[in-house]
């Protein structure tokens, strides 16, 4: 049996494990490439999945990362090709046939390993893999509930909630990005539904096991009073958003949240 030291607690406390959601809008791409803005958190490899990447073409910042390799930017075609990103990163190094591929295509070098891996989102990731076990038909969803997709269901899950633990136990800062799903309370007809919940967006019992493996969940939103961009660990209108913060060490508001702000707490 190994013995978990406090300096083994302290050296997996310095890796951000971080889930951020939020509305359209509140930043959640341009968040998610921010490590790219800091020696100590670049490069930063961004895995995008149907994110909206081009939010990124008007700051110049941003684009001269790209051009001389501090932010590596590489597309998903679908579910199954994550394995490739895994594979590679857990190897460390080395050649990875299929994870170099991807590289090559988007001019990156292979042999230069990120501190930060953003996955960006993680809600389309899902939505696509249902998709694909129910025969790609959308109108599946809307005719049968006895399809396929009921069959594999448990397991869609089970891999979803592996995803999240396999990918947090590496030696890097790893964000996970995803949709925000807002949850509505009882109302007369003819009211507007109040709202009394955020969430994280993900399909069945991955929307609450998924979080389980993060140490920092937080809903990305549009500050009211000062209009800055501020990152909430907590607090909402409702006080009812799904965040947490189990390092001890990230604040409750940051504004303007980037990803070498919050490593900056997790190095104190």
Known sequence: MKQITEEALDAAARYGRIIDYGEPGTGKT???????????????????????????????????????????????????????????????????????????????????MPKVVTIDSVSELQAAEVLRRAGNDIGVFLTDVASPEIKHWGSLLSQFTLLANLFFQLPYHIVFSGLEAVDYGKHAIGEDPPIVGHRLHLQGGAQRLFPAYALTVMRLEI??????????????????????EQTGKIPARIANPTIPKLVAYLNK
């Open 30 to 112: 341009v968040f998610g490439a921010s490590g790219c803005l800091s020696p100590e958190t670049s490069p930063t490899l961004f895995v995008d999945y149907k994110s909206q990447v081009t939010s990124l073409r008007s700051m110049p910042a941003y684009l001269e990362a790209m051009k001389d390799g501090r932010l590596m930017i590489v597309s998903l075609d679908n579910y199954a090709e994550l394995d490739y990103v895994y594979t590679w990163l857990s190897r460390g190094r080395g050649s990875f046939p299929s994870f170099d591929k991807m590289m090559d295509k988007y001019g990156h070098a292979k042999d230069v």
């Open 223 to 244: 500050a009211p009073v000062n209009k800055e961009g501020v990152f909430n660990l907590g607090y909402t209108k409702s006080s009812t958003s799904s965040t947490k």
